[in-house]
């Protein structure tokens, strides 16, 4: 089957088998911030953002996000300067194995791009579907917090998030 | 991978989509989230109807009235303070939300869902693709697309038993307090779906019966015994018709 879609900011067209999944479409071009959890759409290690939303890609086929934006976390980074999101979870201690962070992160920017007001039980819904089994979830609930503080400031002070 | 998918059919038309259900191995494809975890082998081609179901939610006429494409995220931020409490307790997961549509939850099913139990009691109706009249979702035989959900005007109360908060509930009772009748739904970990309709005031060999067929459709197993799910759901239910 053959799909057009844009990822990561670039418009990309693919052939796939008809029962591939987005996460194994996306780790085959590298893009390795996709991880390969439980492939039940029970872990969220997989979470990419597909338009603005978060989802989890083991449960995408590929044929469906047909003219689709699709983003992975390494559209965050230019790898030398960390996205904001990245760095608060750094600054607090919001990741251990780190395999679950990349979804995390994600989870938190589909938030952020809601709008509206963010507080704790947003947060933590945000993160509802992505599961840690070694930091806990205090810490990143309080870079999820931080990071939408961050974002207020950085917008209030004219700079892009 | 699912790797026994051999291909994907896009319809023109939904009725093209149902005659290509009658062959062996090929269901219906729209959110899809249900059928890509389970990969079930017995399956070898998708019809994908995503660009034939709207995914549009509105009201008329006091009826709540859901496309079957909308994914429980949209319907979460549109609906009344109980069905979003509902729709939260039947699917934590706010990634899944964002792909599991309401017709999939219908379609699947699936008995311990507290939101299928939830449109029960609540007297939910379904437009099919073949047919322009509703039909109760209690006489739905499985049959045809779900291309609507219509959800009246209701004033259900739901509460669940599970280990967890986050688990999958093993009794869940929802009881619509109407003013001129009252409908009781019992899922969970159950055989069937059991369904009660009655006046306000119900006599009590009616609800005796009821209970018993609710003790019938449990089992016993490491949760505890039917005779005490049997006893969980009439307590349930004397709470939630203590207002009355």
Redesign the interface.
């Known amino acids: ?1 053959n799909v057009q879609f844009e990822l990561n900011g670039r418009l990309v067209q693919t052939e796939h ?5 987005l996460m ?1 479409l996306l780790r085959s071009r590298e893009l390795y911030s996709v991880k390969h959890g439980c492939d ?2 029970e872990c ?1 290690a997989c ?1 990419v953002l ?1 338009d603005s ?4 890609a ?4 590929v ?2 996000v047909s003219g689709r934006k699709i983003e992975t976390l390494e559209s965050f980074s230019d790898h030398k300067t960390m996205h904001h999101i990245q760095d608060n979870f750094l600054h607090e201690g919001a990741a251990q194995c780190g395999y679950c962070t990349p979804g995390m992160i994600l ?1 938190v920017e ?1 938030l952020k791009r809601e709008g509206g007001e963010i507080d704790e039980p947003g947060v933590r ?2 993160l ?3 599961l840690c089994r070694c930091t806990g979830y205090v810490k990143p609930v309080k870079a999820g917090l931080s990071t939408t503080k961050a974002s207020r400031d950085k917008e209030n002070a004219g700079g892009d998030s | ?8 059919i896009k319809p023109d038309t939904l009725s093209e989509a149902s005659v290509l259900l009658n062959e062996s191995g090929s269901v219906i ?1 729209a959110g ?2 249900y059928l ?2 389970q ?1 079930d082998d017995e399956v070898h081609t ?1 019809i ?1 109807i ?1 660009h034939l179901i709207d995914d549009k939610i509105g009201t008329s006429g006091g009826d709540l009235q859901i496309d079957a494409g909308c994914t429980l ?1 949209q319907i979460l931020s549109f609906c009344k303070e109980d069905l979003s409490q509902v729709i ?1 307790a039947s699917c ?5 939300r ?2 599991r549509t309401i017709g999939g939850e219908i379609a699947r099913s699936r008995l311990d869902s507290d939101l299928l139990v939830f449109l029960f009691a609540a007297g939910t109706k379904l437009i099919l693709s073949h047919s322009e009249t509703p039909i109760e979702l209690l006489a739905w035989d499985g049959k045809g697309i779900i291309i609507k959900i219509i959800l009246p005007n209701h004033n259900v109360k739901l509460e669940r038993v599970a280990l967890l908060d986050s688990a999958p509930a093993y009794i869940i009772v929802g009881y619509n307090d109407m003013p001129d009748v009252i409908s009781v739904c019992v899922g969970g970990k159950i055989a069937n779906i059991i369904f009660y309709q009655s006046k306000p005031e119900p006599q009590e060999d009616e609800v005796r019966k009821f209970l018993d067929e609710v003790e019938v459709a449990f089992s016993d197993d490491h949760l505890g015994s039917s005779a005490y799910k049997r006893h969980v759901v009439g307590t349930l239910l004397q709470e939630m018709a203590g207002a009355r």
């Open positions: 089957m088998e008809p029962g591939t999944t194994e039940h759409g969220g979470t597909m939303k978060s989802v989890n083991c449960l995408i086929l044929h469906t989870a589909a819904d945000a509802n579907g992505n | 991978m699912w790797s026994s998918i051999e291909q994907i494809f899809g989230s890509v975890s990969k998708l994908d995503n995220q939260l934590p997961s706010k990634n899944i964002n792909q």
